[in-house]
């Protein structure tokens, strides 16, 4: 069963992007897709970005040019999307991580429950310190509709039983996205709870 990452990068730290991708491939499973949709007018890059690539042989990738300097963060999820070929689907920014058992246990726990998607807890690090995202014992719609949570590379989805046209990014939108999408399936599905922290959000450079 193969799962599908969708990366969305301006290539503007390359180490980052390269770390991201390590996290991945760290996780040692054997039918894993990227998806790294570059947004940005510099045609060097796209060879950097392929330098690093070419050192991960057992990931199958894609690379998604976006030609504009535009904030089309929302377009450049959907192109992922739509690009991608596994059956599960999850999201990781380009300077965040995964811990090595995200993929088996995601794939674990969604492949034996009715669930169309789930989510896990998030380790933030920032300045030397690192704490839990957001104190979570169950998934709250209520809660959800006074903020937002939820990491978005703590998600997977499961197109075996979520359609991808139901996985689509308003592509007006320039700033949370995310969210918009999440409540809209969250309408709809409701979500496993991973009790455990299986990815972490760099909010160093992030403010």
């Known amino acids: 069963m193969q799962i599908s990452f969708i990366v969305r990068t301006l290539a503007n730290n390359l180490p980052a992007l390269e770390k991201a991708i390590e996290s991945i491939s760290q996780n040692k499973y054997k039918d894993t897709e990227i998806i790294i949709v570059y947004q940005g007018e510099d ?9 690093i690539t070419n050192n991960y042989s057992e990931i ?3 690379l998604i040019h976006n030609n504009t300097q535009k904030d089309e963060r929302s377009k450049n999820l959907n192109l992922g999307v739509q690009a991608s070929s596994g059956r599960f689907i999850a999201f990781l920014d380009d300077d965040d991580e995964l811990k090595p058992s995200f993929i088996s246990t995601f794939i ?11 989510f896990c807890k998030t ?8 704490y839990l995202q957001k104190k979570i014992k169950k998934f709250s719609f209520i809660r959800l509709l006074r903020g937002n949570y939820l990491s ?7 197109t075996s039983k979520i359609s991808k046209q139901e996985i689509a990014f308003d592509v007006n939108l320039t700033a949370y996205e995310d969210y918009l999408f999440l409540l809209n399936i969250s309408k709809k599905y409701q979500p496993l709870f991973i009790n455990e922290i ?3 959000y760099n909010k160093n450079d992030k403010g």
């Open 43 to 51: 045609f060097n890059k796209i060879e950097k970005i392929n330098i």
């Open 60 to 62: 199958k990738f894609k």
């Open 108 to 118: 674990n726990k969604l492949s034996n429950n009715k669930n169309a998607w789930a």
């Open 152 to 158: 978005f590379h703590s998600i997977v989805l499961d």
């Open 198 to 200: 299986l990815c972490i």
């Open 123 to 130: 380790l933030v690090c920032k300045n030397g310190r690192r």
